[in-house]
């Protein structure tokens, strides 16, 4: 039961975890969100 959780999750992780992990290590999504709120207001 590793085999087919991982390899569920992999495909999960890598679709949200690519977006999420540009946006976290290069603090663009952080920033993008404190710019949109800033903008907004």
């Known amino acids: 039961t590793t085999s087919p959780c991982h390899y569920r999750i992999q495909p999960h992780l890598r679709r949200d975890g690519r ?21 907004t207001m």
Do not use: I, L, W, Y
Not at 20 to 37: C, L, P, V, Y
């Open 19 to 39: 977006k999420e992990d540009k946006g976290t290590k290069k603090d663009g999504g952080r920033k993008s969100r404190r710019s949109t709120q800033a903008r």
